[in-house]
Structures are given as structure tokens and as C-alpha cells.
């Protein structure tokens, strides 16, 4: 504790702005991780299986029920509105399930940039505190006494690397947090691609009676 105490003390007062960046990256990465992961995110691939297997057993009901049961997940909704047009057209179908992912992806892509932007903007800052005191160590040298030269200079550069040192610290884990996110987001926006054209076709099929006879035997 005292380590950081006087770690804040040497930085001076450029250490605030990066402070309150870093405050952002950590409100901002736990409230992306809640809804990235733990929301939206499901096994698409388990999901997508139990769902071909009732729309081919023609249980569409179930289908949907299955779906309400994941009511958060950006899939589900997407594969949900498809099946409430199951027994439509096939344009209907298609738009049914335009739409939907048109309305999930917002909220998943929310913030996706921010992180990596704060990254940049807290390295930026701990640059900008380190040429500020450099600036200042110059010139409280060039007016110093012979005897406190040294010590000043000291002062000024331990202030100026504790802020380059803090933007680092707080810039890494924001990239890193920014491609982990990146990474979720990713996997969920392909798996919506991938399985909601296979539940078009899916269902498509089955509207013109393909799956009749060859799903059960």
C-alpha cells in the first residue's frame, strides 16, 4: 500500500486523468463481460442441434419453447423469430430473421471500440505526462542551485516515468480486455450468420414438404 501511495506522489497530478480512464476501462470491461459472456453468449452449436431435431420432428412449439428458455442469448432470438414464421413464406421467413439480427447486434457490438480507444487515450496521457515533466525538470534545473541539480532532476523524471508507467498499466489490460471481447463478439455474430441460414433453409425445406417421411426414417 505505501508502495502505491508514494508511487501516486512521484507521478503528480498527470496520474489523475489516467486514474479516471482507468476507472472507465474497468466499468466499462465488467459490464461488456456480464453481457458478452454471461448473456449472450450460449453452446450455439448444442443449441442449433436440439432445434434441427424438433423442426424436423415438425414440433415447432417446442422449438420456440426452447428458444424463450435462453430468453437473453442473441441466437435464440434470432432462431426464434424465424420459427414464429415457420408456417409463412419463404420471404417471410428471411425477413423475420433480418430483422431480429438487426436488433441483436447493437447491444452485443455496444462499446466494442471503447475499450481499445481508452487503451490508446491512457498511453497518450502517460506520454504527454512524461514530456511534461521532462519539460519541467529542465527547467527547474537550468534555475536550481549547483548543489540540488541532482536532486531535482530526480524528482522530475521518477514524476515523469510513473506516468508513462501508469498509462501502461492501464492501456495493456484495456487491449487485452478489447480483444477478448472482440473474440465473444465474433464467435456470437457467426454463429448467428451460420445457424440462421441453416434454419432458413431448414424451414424452407420443410415448407415444401422435404422433410416429410426422410426426417423419421
Request: hydrophobic residues 55%.
Amino acid at each position: 500500500m505505501d508502495a502505491v501511495v508514494r508511487f501516486f506522489k512521484e507521478g503528480g497530478l498527470w496520474l489523475v486523468p489516467i486514474a479516471f480512464v482507468s476507472f472507465l476501462v474497468l466499468a466499462i470491461a465488467i459490464e461488456r463481460v456480464i453481457f458478452v459472456v454471461f448473456r449472450f453468449n450460449l453452446n450455439g452449436a448444442a443449441f442449433m442441434a436440439q432445434i434441427q431435431k424438433l423442426v424436423m420432428a415438425n414440433n415447432i412449439d417446442r422449438a420456440i419453447k426452447l428458444c424463450n428458455a435462453a430468453p437473453h442469448a442473441a441466437l435464440p432470438k434470432v432462431i426464434k423469430a424465424g420459427l414464429t414464421r415457420a408456417n409463412k413464406g419463404e420471404l417471410e421467413i428471411q425477413n423475420a430473421i433480418e430483422e431480429a439480427t438487426l436488433e441483436v447486434m447493437p447491444p452485443l457490438t455496444k462499446s466494442s471500440g471503447s475499450l481499445a480507444t481508452l487503451a490508446s487515450l491512457s498511453t497518450l496521457l502517460g506520454l504527454l505526462g512524461t514530456v511534461m515533466g521532462l519539460i519541467g525538470a529542465f527547467r527547474a534545473v537550468a534555475k536550481a542551485d549547483p548543489a540540488q541539480k541532482s536532486q531535482i532532476l530526480t524528482e522530475f523524471i521518477a514524476e515523469a516515468m510513473n506516468c508513462t508507467a501508469f498509462g501502461l498499466m492501464v492501456g495493456i489490460p484495456a487491449l487485452f480486455a478489447h480483444m477478448f471481447l472482440a473474440g465473444m463478439i465474433k464467435k456470437i455474430t457467426d454463429e448467428i450468420d451460420m445457424y440462421s441460414v441453416k434454419l432458413e433453409n431448414l424451414l424452407i425445406t420443410r415448407g415444401k414438404g422435404g422433410l416429410d417421411g426422410s426426417s423419421e426414417g
